[in-house]
């Protein structure tokens, strides 16, 4: 085998895979089954066959999205949203996860994919079936399938915009026919937004021939019937993660009161964090250590996975959106859906207050597209006229808003001068705010160490807003809940702090009180070579280094059980390349000699410090050079490269100084040493968590 690649972890990581899709597939079906929250949907009413659910409901656009965390999902919905309130047309909108597609030429529409990419150019997780469907079809079997595609990626990645780019050349193999480009959103560039715009203008025109489409100004028609109830019951959500924790539901546990899953995006776990502490040691910065107990349910993890963590949104921004909407919080409202095909999209009934709380994305940029959707809604002709040419002139928007770091409720106030945006309806603000995602981290402990408690490591995302000296910090929702977590439990009066933010710690009904928080394992095949005598490289500056900190620690677990039973093993060499800007935020610092120590000197860590006084900056890529021939070495001896951390700069830094010192090494051409990067990635021995 090349690289002296070692044909367990080969097997092990084909299983792995294998295990992943199976999971992730098992868990869908899972998910639809258990699908309560009262919809009548084609999900729910168990019809599956795409061109049918499309004819029956006399659908005449349909888009589909396979998302991974919500941005293609989201930007199907607005292009959705769209076509109705201009064109009048009737779009069903669907996740690719909740059909099947053996009818795809049968539907008698134009079909719009939204897709975007994940781990090495991969699919989503949820859209299995779909790319199982279209990569397997023959020739001419989707001759009658008219589409259009936009793919979401991030072109720091190797494998730019790859599902996009591989569903549009098996479509076009079998047949298919693609009507105006392919859409290509790079979130490495931070131009997702305007990408989507370009693509989009380009084709509606592309649509407005095909179909013969009419332009009328957009209207919000909504998806739901919307009413006002006037009592709270059992069954009226405050806020709660999913309707499994209403009152009026009955959680699923086994005779000893352990909660059973599946914890997914449909339902996560509320884990105590049992221990939370502050990382750096300099008072300009923040990273917090948390740690969540589940053991009061069945969730498995292991070394190298992530863990979602859902927040909700802080009572500040949670005011200001409540303010410039002038809606109240307690109004209490249900929807139901006028249309089969659509889903409530969060549990229902529920109040203002706990929907824009808990279950809507109003912290994060404003969308050109949004602002063009609120025109119908202004207040007065002078802001109509302001809204108009800001979501028609990129430009204009990038420096009146984007480079501000205005949210929705601090643009909205500029651009009325305070005025109220109170004809704005409900329904629009569910359908129109992004949803709330959770955030995944990497986690920083072991299974084998420690097997219900899982460490996550976060830097928390809090700095000056550079445009506007008297404005509040630009504020990370989840990396600063965590933060007044940790603060409160450690007895810190937060009200005497300087937070920036502030939350309501015990969540609906008290559920999140004690410091609890909705979690879930997300399954990642980053891991650690079976065969511990495989040598390891990982490089991981900031808190890339928290995966690490997970294998390090398995490291430790694994010898002393080795030892405890007699066993005399020995562990191939692991090598730890870390930075940070200086020793203030040395992540861990007093861990690592102990780990050390355990490991009998198989364990070494290398240090790069770029801000140091007086000192030239050292990257982890410069250490890698310093130590070219000890890691050429490992690398010819079968070592695992494991790289997490910064995507945009570092990674790519990592892989430039790989390849120059296999080219060295080898005395082969820099395209020659590339290329063994790449098939190192293909077969798993170069492994990237990074974001
Ligand atoms: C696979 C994976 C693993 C990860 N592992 C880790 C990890 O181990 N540790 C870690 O710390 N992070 C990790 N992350 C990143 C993490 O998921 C979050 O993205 C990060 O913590 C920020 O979340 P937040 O909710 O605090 O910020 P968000 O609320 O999501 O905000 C994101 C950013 O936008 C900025 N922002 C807020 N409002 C605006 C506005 N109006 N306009 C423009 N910008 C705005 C915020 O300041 C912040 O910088 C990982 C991500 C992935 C995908
Ligand atoms: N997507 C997100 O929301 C999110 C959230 C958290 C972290 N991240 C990313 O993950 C990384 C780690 O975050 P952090 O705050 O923990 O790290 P950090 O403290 O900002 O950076 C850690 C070290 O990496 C160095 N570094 C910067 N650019 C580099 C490059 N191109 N190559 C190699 N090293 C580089 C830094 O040097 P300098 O002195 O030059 O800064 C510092 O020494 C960040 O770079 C960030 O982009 C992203
Ligand atoms: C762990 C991870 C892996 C990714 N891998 C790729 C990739 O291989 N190619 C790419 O173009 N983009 C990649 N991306 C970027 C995402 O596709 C991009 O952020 C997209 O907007 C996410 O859309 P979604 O929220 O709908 O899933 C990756 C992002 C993450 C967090």
């Known amino acids: 085998m ?56 006399n659908k005449n656009y349909l888009v589909l999205y396979a998302s991974q965390t919500g941005t293609a999902e989201d930007y199907a919905k607005k292009f959705s949203k769209e076509l109705v309130a201009k064109f009048n047309l009737n779009v069903m909108c669907a996740d690719v996860e909740n059909y099947d597609f053996e009818s795809l030429n049968d539907v008698p529409v134009i079909v719009s994919i939204f897709i975007s990419t994940y781990g090495e150019g991969d699919f989503p997780d949820g859209a299995v079936n779909f790319e199982d469907f279209i990569c397997n079809a023959e020739a001419g079997a989707l001759s009658n399938l008219r589409y259009n595609m936009f793919g979401l990626g991030n072109s720091t990645y190797e494998f730019f915009n790859g599902a996009a780019k591989k569903a549009e050349k098996h479509l076009s193999a079998a047949g298919a026919t693609r009507l105006g ?99 750096f040691s300099s008072n300009d910065r923040n990273c917090i250590h948390s740690e969540f107990d589940l053991s009061g349910s069945n969730i498995k993890y292991s070394t190298g996975d992530h863990l979602a963590v859902w927040p909700s949104n802080p009572l500040e921004k949670v005011e200001q959106f409540l303010s410039i909407f002038n809606l109240d919080p307690e109004t209490i409202f249900d929807l139901k859906p006028l249309d089969p095909t659509v889903k409530v999209p969060f549990p229902t009934p ?15 940029p404003v969308s050109r597209q949004l602002f063009s959707s609120l025109i119908q809604f202004a207040p007065n002709a002078d802001v109509k006229e302001k809204l108009t040419l800001l979501s028609k002139d990129k430009d204009q928007f990038a420096v009146e808003i984007t480079s501000k770091y205005f949210n929705i409720a601090d643009a909205l106030k500029y651009l009325s001068d305070g005025a109220k945006w109170d004809t ?69 009066n937060i009200a005497e702090t300087n937070l920036p933010v502030h939350y309501d710690l015990n969540g609906p009904r008290k559920l999140f009180a004690n410091y609890k928080l909705p979690v879930h394992v997300r399954r990642s095949n980053f891991r650690l070579p079976s065969n511990p005598s495989t040598p390891v490289i990982m490089i ?63 364990f070494e860590m290398v240090v790069a410090h770029s801000r140091l006084p007086n000192t030239k900056k050292v990257y982890v890529q410069d250490k890698l050079k310093d130590y070219e021939d000890q890691v050429f070495e490992m690398i010819n001896n079968g070592a695992f490269i494991y790289v997490c951390g910064d995507a945009k700069g570092m990674a790519k830094g990592v892989s430039t100084a790989l390849v120059g010192i296999l080219s060295r090494g080898k005395s082969i051409t820099t395209d020659e040493a590339t290329e063994l990067i790449k098939m190192l990635k293909t077969s798993g021995r170069y492994q990237e968590d990074v974001w």
Do not use: C
């Open 350 to 364: 529920t109040t203002i207050g706990a929907a824009i709380k808990h279950y809507l994305e109003i912290t994060g």
């Open 540 to 602: 991981g500056p900031g808190t890339g280094v928290a995966p690490f900190r997970g294998f390090i620690r398995e490291r430790v677990a694994f010898l002393e059980s080795q030892k405890k039973g007699g066993n005399n093993v020995s562990l191939g060499k692991h090598i730890l390349f870390y930075g940070s800007r200086n020793t203030d935020d040395f992540l861990y610092q007093d861990e690592w000699p102990e780990y050390a120590k355990k490991l009998d000197g198989s």
């Open 181 to 279: 480009k392919l859409g290509e959103a790079d979130d490495g560039a931070g131009t997702t937004d305007e990408d989507y715009m370009a693509w989009k203008d380009s084709i509606l025109e592309v649509l407005k021939d095909e179909l013969h489409l009419d332009e009328q100004e957009a209207k919000f028609t909504s998806q739901f019937q919307y009413t006002v109830l006037n009592e709270i019951t059992d069954s009226v959500s405050l806020g709660e993660p999913s309707a499994h924790y209403l009152p009026s539901h009955q959680l699923n546990r086994n005779a000893d009161g352990i909660q059973l899953g599946p914890f997914d995006l449909s339902q996560p776990f509320i884990a105590p964090i049992v221990k939370s502490r502050e990382l």
């Open 2 to 57: 090349p690289f002296g690649i070692d044909n367990t972890d080969f097997t092990v990581l084909a299983g792995l895979v294998l295990a992943v899709l199976l999971y992730v597939k098992r868990n869908s079906i899972k998910e639809l089954l258990m699908s309560d929250d009262g919809d009548i949907t084609a999900v729910s009413s168990g019809n599956r066959d795409i061109a049918q659910v499309v004819t029956e409901n």
């Open 424 to 492: 704005v309806p409900m329904q629009f603000l569910v359908e129109s705010v992004p949803q709330m995602t959770p955030r995944y981290y990497s986690i920083s402990s072991s299974s084998l160490s420690e097997k219900q408690t899982v460490h996550v490591t976060s830097i928390v995302e809090n700095f000056p807003n550079p445009e506007l000296s008297d404005a509040p910090p630009v504020v990370g929702v989840t990396t600063n809940l965590l933060r007044n977590i940790q603060l409160a439990q450690n007895n810190v």
